[in-house]
């Protein structure tokens, strides 16, 4: 009884168990928008659930479920999920490249869906809910190749990844009922992320960021266990001097962390020499660790870069960096400390392994 009720709750909260009158959707405004802006495209299944994951990430505009890549016109929710179109359930990304990059966006992607599957997504099954990276130029086709061949190559999944990467042809916005439907109808989007489970699939093979596996210490154990520059860069937003830290010439195998919480930050694979005197990167391991609020001290206005669950600083982002990403993360060591790559798996980190080539 107990089983029949819960396939009874998950038939009625699927993705495609839902089919509210057609209404005309408002995509956030964001042509107002001052800074650089870029999109992207992916399909993964429902798009309810590929929307949540992408929404409150600093340098996120705005995230539009839809419908993308069919030879339709303006189709209706009724008609894709139903499999009457050539179209898949979609979103479509609008970001700032100064601030976070393709690269970053589709990390995160990777990491909310099954890559391997092909008939479908979960128990939504049909070409309309096939995965698939739709790449706005060259640039974004390169980016997401090379991080597809990257987590083929680690042998993170039993089987290889089939999304296929295919230009970006149309994108229609979906019904407003669909918009930000886990803040809409929350119960239902939960029981529909564990009922599909598409939530244990995700957690069997990534960490998802919990403020909970990084815990910050109070400021007066920070006291005690941080140096006193390593204390007034991370709680009290110091910068230290350029070349005389610790980090800036370190070529060793491995990842940096945060000092304060030990949530994984970079990867010595994305360090480079920026001739800054200080240690910086291409990209993080994963933009949602990471805070990026707008600095406008010392008569400058920059892009800083903190620690979330450390609630601590780390350093400046700039859009001055190398490709493939264009940004260069500028970081202070004393807000970092380097896990060698022989010492991951101890220290827990094992699951990074793959990030260090």
């Not at 350029?242 to 994305?270: Q, T």
Request: proline fraction near 6%; aromatic fraction near 12%.
């Amino acid at each position: 009884m107990l089983l029949a009720l819960a396939l009874i709750c998950i038939a009625v909260t699927s993705c495609n168990g839902s089919n509210k009158a057609s209404e005309e959707v408002e995509p956030e405004n964001i042509e107002s928008y001052a800074g650089n802006t870029e999109k992207a495209t992916f399909a993964g299944g429902c798009f309810w659930c590929i929307e949540s994951p992408f929404e409150g990430i600093d340098g996120i505009l705005s995230v539009v479920s839809g419908y993308a890549g069919g030879k339709e016109k303006n189709p209706t929710y009724s008609q894709v999920s139903s499999g009457k179109t050539s179209h898949k359930e979609a979103v479509q990304v609008t970001f700032d490249p100064d601030v976070i990059s393709y690269s970053e966006v589709i990390d995160i992607f990777f990491q909310q869906y099954d890559p391997t599957d092909e008939g479908g997504s979960f128990y939504d099954r049909g070409s309309q809910y096939e995965s698939a990276i739709f790449y706005h130029d060259n640039k974004q086709k390169k980016v997401a190749e090379s991080i597809k061949q990257d987590i083929d190559g680690a042998g993170i999944f039993d089987k290889p990844i089939v999304t296929p990467i295919v230009k970006f042809t149309n994108f229609y916005p979906a019904e407003a009922y669909h918009q930000d439907y886990y803040k809409k109808e929350p119960q239902a989007y939960k029981s529909y992320r564990t009922g599909s489970g598409r939530d244990r699939f995700i957690s069997n093979y990534w960490e998802v960021p919990k403020a909970s596996n990084y815990p910050k210490p109070s400021k007066k154990e920070l006291k005690e266990k941080l140096t006193p520059l390593q204390y007034q860069v991370t709680m009290e937003d110091a910068t230290e001097r350029s070349f005389n830290n610790e980090y800036n010439g370190n070529k060793a195998e491995g990842i940096y962390v945060c000092i304060v919480s030990g949530a994984p930050l970079f990867s010595s694979s994305d360090k480079y020499e920026s001739g800054s005197g200080w240690p910086s990167f291409t990209k993080p391991i994963d933009a949602r660790y990471l805070e990026k609020p707008i600095d406008r001290g010392h008569g400058m206005v920059r892009v800083e870069v903190r620690s979330k669950f450390g609630d601590s600083h780390l350093g400046h982002v700039f859009n001055d960096g190398p490709e493939p990403t264009g940004l260069r993360y500028c970081m202070n060591s004393a807000a970092m400390k380097f896990i060698p790559k022989s010492e991951m798996e101890a220290q827990g980190y094992g699951q990074y392994l793959w990030k260090v080539k």
